[in-house]
């Protein structure tokens, strides 16, 4: 019987133990993150011809008014709005044609996005693209996001992430992941450029020297997570994706908790698929001096934060009545330290909406719905699970 015990405390402490780095990652980028970057510059001597790519799945309203606005948007060098059409109407194609963007019909047994991209960006390589933009289809860039770019790879960048925030923050729902993008922002992307690594991609308002991009695509293979199989062989060729923080792109929020177990079920599919796939080349590339490839790699490692939080929550809790593993001191102090870490990730402008206080009261439907989405990871290899759109436009005093 002493034996068994011996293990349940070991087993504890290696469960403590991992979640105490867990927690430490999180801690350290969190307050990289409260640091300043560079601001984004926007003049230019040259300005680049950017393709501007919006693939798109079966969104038959919002993608009118995402490209209407992308339409309009203003730069100064030549810039062409290309939707990518995947089980579009044919009276969507003919409004999007008769308003002046480019249209490429794709036909896929099982629809991916890397593929759509793959296609199309081949059918557009003798247009003379120098940059290649890619919006989700309920993506609205801001004000001179395109000169922010364009300078940016004035300046000798290949790769720009910009700053992807809130288009609605209407329901509860809606907030907190608002919240939980602001907080993704602040770790991932902020936190990682200030330390000299780079921004993780997040799938859209993202922007690639088109021929480099196009080489990438050729190789990605079939995954339900393009962006992150981008992260890590970019990190490969060892290029650096930079962040613009004060270039802002808006994207639609979830509002209510099926869409988010949905949209979750995708990503930790994603996140385990790349888990098994790059754990052990993590720390080869390690040994070779990519730090970049290893710090990547670790980030697969790491327990979902809403699911990091209430379990830590349950850890604390079964500490007054469990004698094995850490003492209750510690499981609260990760618990509190993770707590700590989520506060300061939260942009301060949210603190005076008293709106963020009653989304609070989500975070346990958030919890379930990611438990849920754990079990259903099967769905997310059979099937291109997009996430259903609506035409929400921009909430106003958002910077």
């Not at 290696?14 to 003049?43: E, H, R, V």
């Not at 249209?103 to 557009?124: C, N």
């Not at 209750?328 to 509190?336: D, E, G, P, R, S």
Request: aromatic share 14%; charged share 20%.
């Amino acid at each position: 019987m002493e034996i068994i015990y011996s293990i349940i405390n070991i087993l504890f402490w290696i469960l403590g133990i991992y979640l105490l780095l867990n927690c430490l990652y999180l801690a350290f980028f969190a307050i990289a993150g409260l640091f300043s970057l560079p601001k984004s510059q926007k003049t230019a001597t040259n300005y680049k011809k950017i393709a501007v790519l919006f693939p798109t799945y079966q969104e038959n309203v919002v993608i009118i008014e995402s490209v209407k606005s992308a339409l309009k948007h203003q730069y100064n060098g030549l810039f062409e709005v290309i939707v990518i059409a995947d089980g579009l109407l044919p009276e969507t194609n003919a409004v999007l044609r008769s308003m002046g963007a480019s249209l490429i019909e794709v036909f896929f047994e099982k629809s991916t996005k890397g593929k759509a991209l793959q296609f199309a960006m081949s059918q557009l390589k003798d247009n003379a693209f120098d940059i290649a933009m890619i919006l989700d289809v309920d993506n609205v860039m801001s004000d001179d996001c395109l000169h922010y770019i364009n300078s940016s790879f004035e300046q000798g960048n290949k790769i720009v992430q910009t700053h992807r925030t809130a288009k609605n923050i209407d329901s509860n729902f809606a907030f907190l992941d608002a919240c939980n993008e602001e907080v993704n922002n602040h770790i991932y992307r902020k936190g990682q450029a200030v330390v000299g690594l780079s921004a993780a991609l997040i799938g859209s308002g993202m922007a690639f020297d088109y021929t480099y991009l196009l080489s990438l695509l050729n190789n990605i293979g079939e995954t339900v997570g393009e962006d992150k199989q981008l992260d890590f062989m970019i990190a490969n060729d060892k290029v650096n994706i930079a962040y613009l923080n004060d270039v802002y792109v808006y994207d639609e929020k979830v509002e209510n908790a099926a869409v988010f177990t949905k949209q979750r079920t995708r990503w930790i599919a994603s996140q385990i698929e790349f888990l098994k796939k790059y754990a052990f080349e993590g720390f080869a590339q390690l040994f070779k001096g990519n730090i970049e490839f290893f710090n990547k790699s670790l980030q697969t490692f790491l327990v979902p934060r809403i699911l990091l939080l209430g379990l830590l929550f349950l850890m604390v809790i079964q500490s007054f009545f469990n004698p094995f593993g850490p003492f209750k001191a510690f499981w609260a102090a990760l618990f509190i330290s993770l707590c700590l870490t989520l506060l300061i990730s939260v942009p301060r402008r949210f603190y005076s909406d008293r709106r963020l206080y009653v989304a609070l009261l989500q975070i346990p439907r958030a919890m379930l719905g990611m438990v849920i989405a754990l079990f259903s990871i099967g769905k997310a290899k059979k099937s291109f699970m997009v996430t259903p759109h609506s035409n929400k436009s921009i909430e106003k005093n958002k910077n």
